[in-house]
């Protein structure tokens, strides 16, 4: 399986490295000096990661081949994709990767349908489950401890106690009318560390 791992973003400096946004928990494996990677487009790769350090809280890169500034700068929001075993887990216990979360069902403790999670979404402050709900719109829910109590891989389902005001007005309306499966829809998140994993 092919999973997103990073973004590349600017040239830094005349030597070939580059900035880049990182979409995965564990950079240190994916993106270590010897990885070799796939891109998107696919023109510009593979590309095999010859050096990696941290500068000013950013992660900066230098691939095999690209020696200097102009040649790094072609590479600017090319997508790093990495080869993983889809039954391959995470290090961490309660960690999840995006593909285990995608196409999860999502529901509330007391059963109530939400919708379903579509995306990932990996914010530098906190990752969100972007749910779509069967009337075709999309609901954010924080993929924190506290919302989301419960990963279910079996069942395939994620299971979260929204805080009033997560799920919008229509939801709130059809919850107080008894109409079923619009009430109090939330979204899920990782069973603990927020931590969901490959990017994607």
Same mark, same amino acid.
């Given at each position: +399986?092919?999973?997103v791992? *990073?973004?590349?973003?600017r =040239?830094h400096g005349?030597?070939? @490295?580059?900035?880049?946004?990182?979409?995965?928990?564990? %950079?240190?494996?994916?993106? =270590? %000096?010897?990885?070799?990677? *796939?891109?998107?487009?696919?023109?510009?790769?593979?590309?095999? !990661? @010859?050096t990696?350090?941290?500068? &000013?809280? /950013?992660? #900066?890169?230098?691939?095999?081949?690209?020696?200097?500034?102009?040649?790094?700068? *072609?590479?600017r929001?090319? #997508?790093?994709?990495a080869?993983?075993?889809p039954?391959?887990? %995470?290090?961490?216990?309660?960690?999840?990767?995006?593909?285990?979360? !995608?196409?999860?069902?999502?529901?509330?403790?007391?059963g109530?349908?939400?919708?379903r999670?579509?995306?990932i979404?990996?914010?530098?402050?906190?990752?969100?489950?972007?749910?779509?709900? *069967?009337?075709? &719109?999309?609901? +954010?829910i924080?993929?924190? $401890?506290?919302?989301?109590?419960?990963?279910?891989?079996?069942?395939?389902?994620?299971?979260?106690?929204p805080?009033p005001?997560?799920?919008?007005?229509?939801a709130?309306?059809?919850?107080? /009318?008894?109409e $079923?499966?619009?009430?109090?829809?939330? =979204?899920?998140?990782?069973?603990? &560390?927020?931590? &969901?994993? @490959?990017a994607?």
């Amino acid at each position: +399986m092919q999973l997103v791992v *990073a973004r590349i973003g600017r =040239a830094h400096g005349i030597k070939g @490295e580059v900035t880049v946004e990182v979409r995965t928990d564990e %950079p240190e494996l994916r993106l =270590a %000096p010897g990885a070799v990677l *796939a891109t998107d487009p696919a023109s510009a790769g593979p590309l095999t !990661i @010859e050096t990696g350090r941290v500068h &000013s809280g /950013r992660l #900066l890169l230098r691939f095999e081949g690209v020696a200097d500034r102009t040649a790094a700068e *072609a590479l600017r929001n090319t #997508l790093l994709i990495a080869d993983v075993d889809p039954d391959e887990l %995470p290090e961490e216990e309660d960690e999840y990767y995006d593909h285990q979360l !995608i196409d999860l069902d999502v529901v509330t403790e007391d059963g109530t349908e939400v919708g379903r999670i579509t995306e990932i979404s990996h914010l530098p402050s906190q990752d969100l489950f972007i749910v779509e709900r *069967a009337d075709g &719109s999309e609901v +954010m829910i924080p993929f924190v $401890e506290e919302i989301v109590t419960e990963i279910d891989l079996e069942e395939q389902r994620a299971v979260i106690a929204p805080p009033p005001g997560l799920i919008d007005d229509r939801a709130e309306i059809a919850s107080a /009318r008894g109409e $079923e499966g619009s009430g109090s829809g939330g =979204a899920s998140t990782d069973d603990g &560390s927020g931590g &969901s994993g @490959e990017a994607s």
